[in-house]
């Protein structure tokens, strides 16, 4: 099964800052990743698919990236909204689909 | 819009069986792809179980092959798991996921149900 290592898995940062998350996987998956906020209580939304493509809807300052092994969730400007925890998911080998860990994201 | 409406959890003990099920709407289920994907209290993700538009293709976590079954009615709009032999570590959330992709099965989770809570105690 293909692992995906997500990093870090809590973060604390303040409004309008940048923040970026990231996910290894344990080998090769072109770029079949995306990735999910989910805030307490709530089911996931996805927010990126295929590593860099933005679903419907979700703010621009959501963004994606990398192919292979090394993935990147960015955040541009923290909004208070974005308190949640972000997972990241693989689908280059399945199944089984597996996820990262999870970052819980903090307001400083 | 996309509805997905889960029932059917609750206090189960350890051995026993439960059928979750998941009614659809917003959308022409018996064209997707369909997940189940489970969360244990304070922990991640976990997906369970796919089952393909046309219900012909399932594949199943290795955690619970042999014992969760997975299912659809699409004249009902009706999307289903069995779960049989209930263990304490089945003890989760469970969700009813839709696929994004039509006539495929690219497993990128674009709708959510809001949950149904199963325990297994004794």
């Known amino acids: 099964d293909i692992q995906m290592i997500q990093s870090p898995s809590s973060l604390s940062a303040s409004v309008g800052d940048r923040v970026t998350i990231t996910c290894q996987a344990s080998?090769?998956?072109?770029?079949?990743v995306n990735w999910y906020q989910q805030r307490a209580g709530k089911a996931p939304k996805l927010l990126i698919y295929g590593a860099s493509n933005l679903e419907t809807g979700v703010p621009s300052r959501f963004s994606g990236s990398g192919s292979g092994t090394h993935f990147t969730f960015t955040i541009s400007s923290l909004q208070p909204e974005d308190i949640a925890t972000y997972y990241c998911?693989?689908?280059?080998?399945?199944?089984?689909?597996?996820f990262g860990q999870g970052t819980r994201l903090e307001i400083k | 819009q996309v509805q997905l409406v889960e029932s059917g959890g609750g206090v189960v003990q350890p051995g026993r069986s439960l059928r979750l099920s998941c009614t659809a709407s917003g959308f022409t289920f018996s064209n997707y792809g369909m997940h189940w994907v489970r969360q244990a209290p304070d922990k991640g993700l976990e997906w369970v179980a796919v089952i393909s538009y046309d219900g012909y293709r399932k594949y199943y976590a290795d955690s619970v092959k042999g014992r969760f079954t997975i299912s659809r009615d699409n004249s009902q709009n009706t999307l289903y798991l069995q779960i049989d032999s209930l263990r304490t570590e089945d003890t989760a959330v469970y969700y009813c996921v839709k696929d994004q992709v039509a006539k495929s099965s690219w497993f990128i989770f674009d709708h959510w149900g809001q949950g149904t809570l199963v325990t297994v105690s004794s």
């Open positions: 998911q693989q689908y280059g080998a399945l199944p089984p689909i597996t």
């Open positions: 080998q090769g998956i072109s770029n079949y």
